[in-house]
Antibody
Framework: EVQLVESGGGLVQPGGSLKLSCAAS????????MHWVRQASGKGLEWVGR??????????AYAASVKGRFTISRDDSKNTAYLQMNSLKTEDTAVYYC????????WGQGTTVTVSS | EIVLTQSPGTLSLSPGERATLSCRAS???????LAWYQQKPGQAPRLLIY???SRATGIPDRFSGSGSGTDFTLTISRLEPEDFAVYYC????????FGQGTKVEIK
């Protein structure tokens, strides 16, 4: 079964850091681009960023709202993608999803990040 | 950044009716890299359509997508009770952006 499972969410203070993980199974992870998408409560979907595969030089790209604060990485040996979030702001509070491919055909269940003092 | 504008914001229809959702882009989307997603409360989004008109695996044929350039449409031919949800368009021709969503609600 093709599956993505996010973890690492929680409560963090403004200015703090958090690292999310996305564990993949059931498909060839190393060949897939991976994306992070977030959704604030009652709001729409917002693309956060992506990392391409090794053959595409692990190229990363980010939304303007997180560029310079968030970093996406991957460990193909562990079939896992990561989202390192630094200098967190209250407006980063959301459910964070990882997804596969540019046309996002597989989604995780999401992990909740709350930035609050 | 390509901005996607979806209309209407809310569509009130009855089961069995036809739903037509619009997605307009601020600039032409290359190679029709346009997708549609369905999201129900408390669930992750589900891919319905990619490449503007190709149905994803397992998606019923009552869902269809059309359009090119800057104007795209998602049509649900006959609404089933499980189709009442929020629908998002997304472009992936130039990085990624989502529309703000259209809620299809029961009239």
């Amino acid at each position: 079964e093709v599956q993505l499972v996010e973890s690492g969410g929680g409560l963090v203070q403004p200015g703090g850091s958090l690292k999310l993980s996305c564990a993949a199974s059931g498909f060839t992870f190393s060949g897939s681009a991976m994306h992070w998408v977030r959704q604030a409560s009652g709001k729409g979907l917002e693309w956060v960023g992506r990392i391409r595969s090794k053959v595409n030089s692990y190229a990363t790209a980010y939304a303007a709202s997180v560029k310079g604060r968030f970093t996406i990485s991957r460990d193909d040996s562990k079939n896992t993608a990561y989202l390192q979030m630094n200098s967190l702001k209250t407006e980063d509070t959301a459910v964070y999803y990882c997804t596969r491919r540019d046309g996002m055909d597989v989604w995780g269940q999401g992990t909740t990040v709350t930035v609050s003092s | 950044e390509i901005v996607l504008t979806q209309s209407p914001g809310t569509l009130s229809l009855s089961p069995g009716e036809r739903a037509t959702l619009s997605c307009r882009a601020s600039q032409s989307i290359s190679s029709s890299y346009l997708a549609w997603y369905q999201q129900k409360p408390g669930q992750a989004p589900r891919l319905l359509i990619y490449g503007a008109s190709s149905r994803a695996t397992g998606i019923p044929d009552r869902f269809s997508g059309s359009g090119s350039g800057t104007d795209f449409t998602l049509t649900i031919s006959r609404l089933e009770p499980e189709d009442f949800a929020v629908y998002y368009c997304q472009q992936y021709g130039s990085l990624q952006t989502f529309g703000q969503g259209t809620k299809v609600e029961i009239k």
